[in-house]
């Protein structure tokens, strides 16, 4: 089955200061990865998708890149505030029905950042 | 619009003690999962209903049931709860139809003495 790796497990940056996460995945079929956020004490949240057919995905000052080939995705934050603290999981799915359609999550990684 | 509603919010049981964790959902979403959240493990998934009328076990299912009441509502039982089933749980739905996102609720924090 999928297994979705996620690195580094603890961030610190400086406000300001871009910040990058990275995931590899082992089922060259999953085709789906979406971020989510994670506020001490809440629930996820979606901040970000991307599905297989593009390579990169941009939102304000949230950036996705995939990279099929190697089996891996990475989260991009620019410009970070302190209200990017929180703990960010990725996620990965064959987006097919039945259990292959399950997200399977990494462990998370938790950004600080420093007024 | 509420999304995803969990109760009750927090809990603690005895260790023995049975319990049903409640989820509603009012988006109209087909698919619906419970997720345990333990330090330093990320989610994990206990169980999942991919459509009304079915589920079936995650990761971890050991310890545990499930019920698909309807389309919206999908429960989470422990028939005799452990301390090492303390944990935060959180139920999520979706659309159901490939690469679409899972939308969480609020969490049940339970602890298990």
């Known amino acids: 089955g999928e297994n979705v790796e996620q690195h580094p497990s603890t961030l610190s940056v400086q406000e300001g200061d871009s910040a990058v996460i990275k995931c590899t995945y082992s089922?060259?079929?999953?085709?789906?990865f979406p971020w989510y956020k994670q506020e001490l004490g809440k629930r996820p949240q979606l901040i970000i998708d991307?599905?297989?057919?593009?390579g990169e995905k941009k939102d304000q000052r949230i950036a996705v890149t995939l990279n099929k080939t190697a089996k891996h995705f990475s989260l991009h934050i620019t410009e970070t505030q302190p209200e990017d603290s929180a703990v960010y999981f990725c996620?990965?799915?064959?987006?097919?029905?039945?259990?292959?359609?399950?997200?399977?999550f990494g462990k998370g990684t938790k950004l600080s950042v420093k007024p | 619009n509420a999304g995803v509603t969990q109760t009750p919010k927090f809990q603690v049981l005895k260790t023995g003690q049975s319990m049903t964790l409640q989820c509603a959902q009012d988006?109209?979403?087909?698919?619906m999962y419970w997720y345990r959240q333990d330090p330093g493990m990320g989610l994990r998934l206990i169980y999942y209903?991919?459509?009304?009328?079915?589920?079936d076990k995650g990761e971890v299912p050991n310890g545990y049931n499930v019920s698909r009441l309807n389309k919206r509502e999908f429960s989470l039982r422990l028939e005799s709860a452990a301390p090492s089933q303390t944990s935060v749980y959180f139920c999520?739905?979706?659309?159901?139809?490939?690469?679409?996102?899972?939308?969480f609720g609020d969490g049940t924090r339970l602890s298990i003495l």
């Open positions: 089922d060259s079929a999953s085709n789906y």
């Open positions: 991307i599905r297989s057919n593009v």
């Open positions: 988006m109209n979403h087909n698919s």
């Open positions: 999520a739905s979706s659309d159901g139809v490939p690469n679409q996102p899972q939308h």
């Open positions: 209903s991919a459509s009304e009328g079915t589920t």
């Open positions: 996620a990965a799915s064959t987006g097919w029905g039945g259990s292959q359609g399950n997200l399977i």
